[in-house]
């Protein structure tokens, strides 16, 4: 299937911003079918002709062809990084500068709510309080954009504290109660007493489970039921959230890492999302010196798993 995605030439100049005959696989293609040509060609030479010099001269002409295919292959490749390091150093100067402006919005409607807000009618308090869900949305997302910047760029820092996962867990299933109630989805959380601490990021460690369940309780149908189970396996601690929502179709599973990714029948649902969760989720998950994994079947369920080491 990779190579099959190789040969898919206008796919690879869509995803990469460029012309069909600047892509790698398109230059490397043609410098293939150079040297095919320039070995047959040099062969035919050396047998009519017995001099030397005939030789060194048709080996001189084909060394020269691939000296510019393959100067043409290193230029093209070194484009894509420039143009790729400029977009994401802009994504994160952006995402920088959009966070004062944000937090100082969010701030605003927290006094205009609790200390301003006699004399509002509910319209107006419904319009302050939107203003304030909006606000909190649009922080989420450049926050990912940042973290996913950090990533591209190397420079994702992570703690390594020890944590509580089954604690941790608690608190997510208590802050997302009312979420999953209002759709009537059951949930069930069992873990052993005897659970180790992990060691990893608090902060991004929560920013993963939380993504997790908020995916389940999203694309899991009214009277749903969510499954979440800590067990402990070869010195990891494994996280495990299962849920009887509408699924990922079988032939897009091999995106469902990739950066802005949503399958199609997500889209449908039309729920919010950025498909950056699940990307900073398995860097975060493998920089913290463990694993994710999924399995899915569409119109039945998907089971979202990821280890950490133990203390």
């Known amino acids: 299937m990779q190579f099959i995605n190789d040969l898919n030439l ?16 398109f230059l490397f293609i043609v410098m293939g079918f150079v040297i095919i040509v320039a070995m047959t060609a040099t062969y035919y ?31 093209g490749v070194e484009q894509i990084a420039r ?20 937090s100082a919005i969010r701030w605003e409607v927290e006094l205009l709510l609790s200390k301003f807000n006699e004399g509002l009618d509910e319209k107006q308090l419904k319009s302050i309080e939107a203003i304030g869900t909006l606000g909190e949305r649009m922080t989420r997302l450049v926050n990912d954009l940042l973290d996913v910047a950090r990533i591209d760029q190397g420079k994702l820092f992570l703690r390594r504290e020890k944590i509580d996962l089954a604690q941790l867990v608690q608190e997510i299933i208590d802050n997302f109660s009312s979420l999953a109630s209002a759709k009537n989805i059951h949930i069930s959380f069992k873990y052993p007493e005897n659970l180790p601490l992990i060691i990893g990021d608090s902060g991004k460690i929560k920013l993963i489970v939380e993504n997790l369940f908020s995916n389940s309780i999203k694309y899991t149908v009214d009277n749903g039921n969510i499954g979440i189970t800590l067990k402990r396996r070869d010195g990891f601690a494994v996280f495990s959230i299962k849920d009887n929502g ?44 463990g694993k ?12 979202f798993n990821f280890s950490l080491p133990v203390k």
């Open 10 to 25: 206008k796919k690879q100049a869509k995803e990469l911003g460029v012309s069909v005959w600047q892509t790698p696989s």
């Open 45 to 75: 030479v050396s047998s009519f002709y017995n001099d030397p010099a005939v030789l060194v001269v048709a080996e001189s002409l084909v060394v020269a062809i691939l000296f510019v295919i393959g100067n043409s292959v290193i230029r």
């Open 83 to 102: 143009l790729n390091r400029m977009k994401t150093e802009f994504v994160a100067i952006a995402s920088h500068q959009l966070r004062t402006p944000l």
């Open 246 to 289: 509408v699924g990922i179709p079988q032939d897009q599973q091999d995106q469902i890492f990739k950066k802005f990714f949503r399958s199609n029948n997500v889209i449908k649902y039309q729920t919010e999302g950025t498909g950056l969760g699940l990307y900073i989720a398995k860097n975060i998950v493998e920089q913290s010196g």
């Open 292 to 303: 994710i994994w999924f399995e899915s079947k569409e119109n039945t369920g998907t089971i």
